[in-house]
């Protein structure tokens, strides 16, 4: 009895999981447009979200789950709130900066749902540390393996749709379709397969490292070898399968993302790493500016080669320097104009929703006709909107996320022997961090869940709850 009834919560676990993740990911896909129920309940949804009459509760909803989280996550840690190292300070100060925003420009605000997107964001990601803390480390990591496999399960079905069953928006290169996959936008699909890309290669790292540790321990080692060769091809194929995805998406941005990220991987996989950077940068130092020189020359070989080329892709990945791209160059005069706009704004930006249109109404060059640029960069647009001082909150705790080191129970750090649930979620994250600065998605539905969730994933430590049981007991 106990046997099946265990049984029946991991089903129910995972099923809960599969469909909180496909939520996130699809609630915004084009698929939905077409079944009338389904698209008769989002649109009703939508309207909900952002009607001014409604808003507020929601929004005030999700102020009280932050609040939990928050209270929570710190009970657990043990940790001082007000201090310059923890990452919930910071982060708690972007939000504290949004709502004041929101309250005294409520009427405006809500006609926008960005500021509902970013606080149910960070609700996922709070969330999701909390529910690692409360476990046990090694529940924590077998939670975090099962949300990982689930989430690169789906961006494999996403990356296998059919580019013919795409929406009523067609992009393209050349006379070759831009895979957008589920989405009606390539540049969003690109960094859902960039993201899921790293997340299946940090998978199979995973797989292969404990596979090679029981082996050392003796636990059923022959039968585990057999079948650890198995186990990691299948996110090493789905990884292969998103890598094409992203490829077709024809998005300089997400392939720019995906390379930092993939960077990031190879470099924590290295064991003998530390001898090697010694090296490198024993070189670079005696040899820098000759270093410097070479690296220019190879960069301006390479982008040469590429422009006589006729590979569609190399052609696509060299356009960056091609002057009449009005790609790159429409968002370099979004860039300069929502530098302005902070310029002019510098405390508090100009609230929720106005970002776009002030851009559009008085620093949109002549020439240009379209100011949806402006919200392709996340970054300067959150800064026009709530300010420096909100911008400099989400850096410090985006900062601190990615470059605090994970510790086991006794306070020990795991450089020698990283945690690779950790290091394919901050890889992950990497790729979308990278991307929102050139295409957006933080205030998008799907990857705005996404970042956040891996996020949570790639930042919490596992240790916390690891202290306080060994101090209870």
């Known amino acids: 009895m106990n046997g099946k009834f265990t049984l029946f919560k991991e089903v129910l676990k995972i099923t809960a999981i599969a469909l909180v993740l496909s939520l996130c990911l699809f609630a915004d896909s084009h698929v939905f447009e077409t079944h009338g129920m389904i698209s008769f309940i989002l649109h009703e949804l939508t309207g909900i979200l952002i009607n001014p009459l409604t808003q507020w509760m929601i929004i ?11 209270l929570l996550q710190q009970r657990i840690n043990g940790l001082r709130f007000c201090r310059a190292a923890n990452p919930n300070f910071w982060l708690t100060g972007l939000l504290f900066l949004g709502a004041l925003d929101y309250t005294f420009n409520y009427y405006t605000a809500a006609q926008s749902a960005m500021s509902l997107m970013l606080l149910t964001g960070v609700a996922l990601n709070l969330g999701m540390s909390v529910t690692l803390l409360k476990q046990s480390r090694d529940d924590a990591r077998y939670l975090t393996c099962l949300i990982e496999s689930i989430l690169v399960l789906l961006l494999l079905i996403s990356s296998l749709w059919s580019t013919s069953d795409s ?20 540049n969003i699909y690109a960094l859902l397969m960039g993201s899921g890309f790293l997340l299946a290669l940090g998978l199979a790292v995973r797989i292969w490292k404990s596979g090679d540790k029981k082996s050392k321990m003796g636990d059923r080692s022959s039968k585990f070898g057999v079948n650890k060769y198995v186990i990691v091809i299948l996110p090493l194929l789905a990884a292969s399968l998103m890598a094409r995805a992203l490829m077709h998406s024809y998005s300089r941005g997400a392939w720019l993302a995906a390379f930092c990220g993939l960077v990031y991987l190879v470099f924590q996989t290295k064991k003998d790493l ?21 690296v220019c020359a190879i960069t301006v070989f390479i982008f040469w080669q590429c422009q006589q080329q006729q590979h569609l892709i190399a052609k696509r990945a060299a356009s960056i320097v091609n002057m009449n791209d009005f790609s790159w160059r429409n968002r370099v005069f979004a860039w ?50 709530l300010g420096i001082p909100a911008l400099f909150c989400l850096g410090m705790y985006l900062w601190l996320s990615l470059t605090q080191k994970a510790r086991i129970g006794n306070g020990e750090s795991l450089s020698k022997e990283a945690d690779w649930h950790q290091t394919a979620c901050r890889a992950s994250a990497i790729v979308l961090l990278i991307g929102f600065w050139f295409d957006g998605g933080l205030f998008i539905l799907p990857t705005a869940a996404i970042f956040w969730i891996v996020m949570g994933l790639g930042s919490t430590k596992l240790s916390a709850v690891e ?7």
């Not at 929406?167 to 390539?186: I, K, Q, V």
């Not at 940068?281 to 020189?293: D, E, K, Q």
């Open 167 to 186: 929406g009523s928006h067609y992009f393209e290169y050349r006379g070759h379709t831009r895979w957008s996959g589920l989405w009606d936008n390539p």
């Open 60 to 70: 005030l909803c999700v102020i009280v789950y932050l609040l939990t989280f928050i």
């Open 467 to 473: 202290d306080t049981v060994s101090q209870s007991g």
């Open 274 to 294: 530390n001898c090697l950077q010694n090296h490198i940068l024993r070189w670079v130092r005696t040899h820098g500016t000759s270093a410097i020189i070479i």
């Open 336 to 385: 300069k104009g929502a530098l302005q706009i902070i310029a002019e704004h510098p405390w508090f930006g100009t609230g929720w929703g106005q970002a776009k249109l002030m851009y559009e109404h008085y620093y949109l060059p002549s020439k240009l006709n379209e100011a949806a640029a402006i919200a392709m960069n996340d970054y300067l647009m959150l800064g026009a909107t």
